[in-house]
């Protein structure tokens, strides 16, 4: 199963290892983590309480961020880092370098705005190893199909579990050495594709077992076409025939 982790969730990608990918794209569906499975693509928001979770509220992060999660998923997450602590009066527990006061209620009407407004389930985490192993267990829940099986129709549309075409792209980019997510994205926005041409041609490529013609041009023309003239590869008659002329 695919798990891409945001660039800038260093502490979450570390942890998660060789099991994740580094990838700008969970940017554009407003989630740190995304998660491809069977059943479609689960995004998950990450905020740390109460520093990243209270900037994001002041700064309009939060709002954005929801969204496009809620607008872009099949299946999405807040996870939040900690727990909220409130003084006999409703006021939050604040660390002392944070500044303002920040009551229950507003804490609450932000988390039930997220939850019954935009449809995301809320949990909570301890630390960020704690997070990590939720998206661990997240990902065995949903690899292990008898859980779903009464949810789900029986057979999903591939549309459901494939990559977008530019997801595609820059998965394929990060895959040779020294290029990282941002240089993948640079190197797509200045191309509009992958820079490399494949050596057969589409009706060859059409050839492959169980590849339809439909994905086959898709997956053709993310790469540089070669010319024509490159394309061809003379045969061996061919060339006893070009012989013969040259020679008269």
Same mark, same amino acid.
């Given at each position: 199963?695919? $798990? =891409?982790?945001?660039?800038?969730?260093?502490?979450?990608?570390?942890? =998660?290892?060789?099991?994740?990918?580094?990838?700008?794209?969970?940017?554009?569906?407003?989630?740190?983590?995304?998660?491809?499975?069977?059943?479609?693509?689960?995004?998950?928001?990450?905020?740390?309480?109460?520093?990243?979770?209270?900037?994001?509220?002041?700064?309009?992060?939060?709002?954005?961020?929801?969204? =496009?999660?809620?607008?872009?998923?099949?299946?999405?997450?807040?996870?939040?880092?900690?727990?909220?602590?409130?003084? @006999?009066?409703?006021?939050?527990?604040?660390?002392?370098?944070?500044?303002?006061?920040?009551?229950?209620?507003?804490?609450?009407?932000?988390?039930?705005?997220?939850?019954?407004?935009?449809?995301?389930? $809320?949990?909570?985490?301890?630390?960020?190893?704690?997070?990590?192993?939720?998206?661990?267990?997240?990902?065995?829940?949903?690899?292990?199909? /008898?859980?779903?099986?009464?949810?789900?129709? @029986?057979?999903?549309?591939?549309?459901?579990?494939?990559?977008?075409?530019?997801?595609?792209?820059?998965?394929?980019?990060?895959?040779?050495?020294?290029?990282? @997510?941002?240089?993948?994205?640079?190197?797509?926005?200045?191309?509009?594709?992958?820079?490399?041409?494949?050596?057969?041609?589409?009706?060859?490529?059409?050839?492959?077992?169980?590849?339809?013609? /439909?994905?086959?041009?898709?997956?053709?023309?993310?790469?540089?076409?070669?010319?024509?003239?490159?394309?061809?590869?003379?045969?061996?008659?061919? /060339?006893?025939?070009?012989?013969?002329? =040259?020679?008269?």
């Amino acid at each position: 199963m695919n $798990v =891409l982790v945001s660039p800038t969730d260093r502490d979450v990608l570390s942890l =998660l290892g060789d099991t994740a990918i580094s990838s700008l794209v969970t940017e554009e569906h407003g989630a740190d983590i995304l998660i491809y499975t069977n059943q479609g693509l689960f995004g998950i928001q990450r905020k740390r309480f109460p520093e990243d979770f209270i900037s994001s509220m002041n700064d309009g992060r939060i709002s954005k961020e929801t969204s =496009l999660l809620a607008n872009t998923c099949k299946f999405r997450m807040l996870i939040i880092e900690g727990q909220p602590k409130y003084y @006999p009066d409703g006021n939050l527990v604040m660390p002392r370098k944070m500044p303002g006061h920040y009551t229950r209620k507003r804490i609450r009407g932000t988390i039930l705005n997220i939850k019954y407004v935009k449809g995301i389930d $809320v949990d909570y985490t301890e630390s960020v190893k704690d997070t990590v192993d939720y998206i661990k267990e997240i990902v065995e829940f949903f690899t292990d199909s /008898k859980h779903l099986g009464l949810y789900v129709r @029986p057979s999903a549309p591939a549309e459901w579990i494939r990559p977008s075409s530019n997801e595609t792209l820059l998965w394929v980019l990060q895959g040779f050495e020294g290029i990282g @997510p941002q240089l993948a994205d640079n190197i797509i926005k200045h191309f509009g594709k992958i820079p490399i041409a494949w050596t057969c041609s589409l009706d060859e490529l059409k050839q492959v077992s169980r590849l339809g013609e /439909k994905r086959a041009t898709e997956i053709y023309n993310a790469l540089g076409a070669i010319s024509p003239a490159a394309q061809h590869v003379e045969s061996f008659e061919e /060339k006893i025939a070009k012989l013969k002329r =040259l020679t008269g």
